[in-house]
């Protein structure tokens, strides 16, 4: 801007540095102030924000270079409507108003100086406004060593004004990005959990009919049937809204000493029939000597149950195998979990969207929270999980957990 001193743009230039570094609105906003003041030599430099909902000014951030900070606080918690006073009257008119005398001046109101005790002499206001939206007012008051302040010190505080209006909307931007990213992921989460229970519904509506037509027919065969059907899918709904609750809130692991390699044992157990209804060989490579550590031992259940049936799922050769293995390494401090299996592969495209919630190649068979809530315990016990995938040659998950012994100092 022609006419500023290099001095002014000392203080321009501070605050562009500032701004660079800080990222926390309130700091930056008291800085620009700071620097407001020095520039203008200003007893005291405030910034109104401008409320839509209101037509209010309130008072944001005020920084006085003298006293204790009790005037600034107390100015905070002043309210000006548009159009009163010189900070609305500036707002009003969206221009600068230069007071040298305030006590004949009859846009001023004395409210701000009752309220905080501070005695204003002279005022300079100039409104911030970006693309034709009000922000707010920026004020410095009581001009050191003169009457009224310059016209340098107008174009001064046009710009600090300029640079606060900047800030703020690019705060007010992101908050806005942030606040549609969460909508935008809460509307695909409802949409995923309508398809998952239209499919579950599905489930219960054969299953009722097949109920209805074993009893209309005296059929006692056809009755347990579709009773079994249902029960099923009440039970698919159950492990839905579960996993829905599990990935929904930030949960802590509720760790104790267990043994990893029996958890592991357990699963396979629990598997063998689906894994021998799918000609599949389940195989546990344990390493023997693990021996006890500290996890959630249902939540660790849960994750390796679901990699173990995504595995089985996944199976589709007659040589089809699936392992199971577990792994401590004291070098690294981390203990391994491994499932893998020889089946079909995951595609490229694919591998990228596994720990998506919903995500699912299974259609009706899959709600496509499994590996979003292994993914969400495993992170919460401090570790992470990969999977390593071919097309045609088998996937392999491993989850990295770090090594906590019963004698570990607490983390
Ligand atoms: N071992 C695997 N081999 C091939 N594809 C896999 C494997 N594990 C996971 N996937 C793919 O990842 C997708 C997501 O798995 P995830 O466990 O999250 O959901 P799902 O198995 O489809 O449903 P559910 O929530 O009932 O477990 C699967 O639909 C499948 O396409
Ligand atoms: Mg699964």
Redesign the pocket.
């Known amino acids: 801007m022609p006419g500023l001193l290099e001095s002014d743009l000392e203080h321009i230039y501070r605050i562009e540095k500032f701004m660079e570094s800080m990222s926390d609105l309130d700091r930056l906003l008291e800085v620009i102030m700071r620097e407001a003041g020095l520039a203008t030599d200003a007893e005291s430099c405030s910034l109104a924000l401008y409320e839509e909902g209101s037509n209010d000014l309130f008072f944001y951030v005020a920084r006085g270079s003298a006293g204790d900070g009790q005037v600034e606080e107390k100015l905070k918690c002043v309210r000006m409507p548009v159009g009163k006073g010189v900070v609305g009257w500036c707002a009003l008119n969206r221009c600068l108003a230069n007071i040298c005398d305030v006590s004949s001046d009859p846009r001023f109101s004395r409210e701000a100086d009752k309220r905080t005790g501070f005695v204003t002499r002279s005022i300079l206001a100039v409104p911030m406004v970006r693309r034709d939206r009000l922000i707010g007012v920026v004020e410095a008051v009581n001009k050191r060593g003169a009457d009224r302040f310059s016209e340098n010190d107008e174009k001064m505080l046009t710009v600090l004004a300029a640079q606060a209006a900047l800030i703020i909307e690019n705060a007010r931007l992101q908050e806005e990005n942030l606040r549609q990213a969460r909508l935008t992921a809460l509307g695909q989460g409802i949409a995923g959990a309508a398809h998952c229970i239209k499919n579950i519904l599905n489930g219960v509506h054969s299953g009722a009919y097949i109920l209805d037509l074993g009893l209309k027919q005296q059929q006692l065969d056809g009755v347990a049937k579709g009773w079994d059907i249902m029960k099923r899918n009440t039970q698919i709904m159950e492990d839905l809204v579960m996993?829905m609750l599990t990935y929904s809130r930030p949960r802590k692991p509720e760790c104790a000493p267990a043994d990893i390699n029996r958890v592991c044992a357990d699963i396979a157990d629990l598997m063998s029939q689906k894994a021998k209804d799918k000609k599949v060989e389940l195989v546990l490579a344990l390493q023997p000597d693990v021996g006890e550590l500290v996890f959630d031992s249902k939540a660790l259940y849960r994750c390796i149950l679901?990699?173990v049936?995504?595995?089985i799922?996944?199976s589709d050769k007659p040589t089809a195998r699936v392992e199971i293995s577990t792994q401590a390494t004291k070098e690294d401090g981390r203990l391994r979990i491994r499932v893998s299996?020889n089946?079909?592969?995951?595609k490229e495209e694919?591998l990228k969207n596994?720990f998506k919630a919903f995500?699912?190649?299974?259609g009706s068979k899959?709600?496509?929270?499994?590996?979003?809530v292994t993914q969400k315990i495993i992170v919460e016990h401090g570790g992470d999980i990969v999977a390593e995938?071919k097309v045609g040659v088998g996937?392999t998950?491993t989850i990295s957990l770090p090594l906590v012994h019963p004698t570990s100092p607490k983390q």
Do not use: E, H, V, W
């Not at 089946?343 to 995951?346: E, K, P, R, S, Y």
């Not at 995500?359 to 299974?362: G, L, R, V």
């Not at 899959?366 to 979003?372: E, M, N, P, S, V």
């Open positions: 996993d679901n990699l049936s995504n595995a799922d996944a299996d089946g079909q592969g995951i694919n596994l995500f699912s190649t299974k899959g709600t496509g929270l499994g590996l979003a995938s996937t998950f």
